[in-house]
């Protein structure tokens, strides 16, 4: 039982390229989320997804898309990345909406040039 | 966009004092988590308090919400320096999403 799985850990990207951040977890939980943390400001969600099927915006979209492929997995998207996304990005999955433990992934830490 | 401020932002003390950490915000919460984080992985979820006024302990930690469900604290009693770590809470609003506060860094010298 693995729990949260993120790939990759660490990457670097010059400006206006474009990457996805894999999310995978193996505890059949229905939620799961995308936070990007930034010193001082804590975690900031980004987008989430209720059910598998489903996805919506959180606090901080603009930039990035996110694919639910199916139950396990939740994939974020850079289109064109910018400075500005230099970050480290969690996963996170919760059984429900509930207020259940939310489970982290390790994290991705990305540098944008 | 619900904002919730931790005090105090860093915080070093000598191993076997007293510390407390705050997490205050002009919003109500359903609900408040306290999250401690190590370098490297992702945070873990210490305590979820629900209750206006509710007391929560784990071991030498003791976790109150307020009355009115708007700020938290953290107390730790004779700290270790297993207690190091960047301390977060976060308070569940609309569809129980939840909004982190900015975090406490907290270094116990041995």
């Known amino acids: 039982n693995a729990g949260v799985t993120q790939t990759p850990k660490f990457q670097v990207l010059k400006t206006g390229q474009s990457m996805t951040l894999q999310c995978a977890q193996d505890m059949n939980h229905n939620s799961m989320y995308w936070y990007r943390q930034d010193p001082g400001m804590g975690l900031r969600l980004i987008y989430y997804s209720a059910s598998e099927g489903t996805t919506d915006k959180g606090e901080v979209p603009n930039g990035y898309n996110v694919s639910r492929l199916n139950k396990r997995e939740f994939s974020l998207r850079l289109e064109s990345a910018a400075p500005s996304q230099t970050s480290v990005y969690f996963c996170a999955s919760r059984i429900d909406r509930g207020r259940e433990t939310q489970y982290f992934g390790p994290g991705t830490r990305l540098l944008v040039l | 966009t619900q904002l919730l401020k931790q005090s105090p932002q860093f915080l070093s003390i000598q191993e076997g004092e007293n510390l407390t950490v705050y997490c205050n915000s002009s919003?109500?919460?359903?609900?408040l988590q306290w999250y401690r984080q190590e370098p490297g992985e992702g945070p873990v979820l210490l305590v979820t308090v629900v209750t206006g006024g509710e007391v929560k302990k784990l071991k030498r930690l003791t976790f109150q919400f307020g009355d009115a469900r708007k700020d938290s604290s953290l107390h730790i009693t004779a700290a270790q320096p297993g207690d190091t770590g960047l301390y977060l809470c976060?308070?569940?609003?609309?569809?129980?999403?939840?909004?982190f506060g900015t975090g406490t860094r907290l270094t116990i010298i041995p």
């Open positions: 919003s109500v919460f359903s609900s």
């Open positions: 976060a308070g569940a609003g609309i569809e129980e999403k939840l909004t």
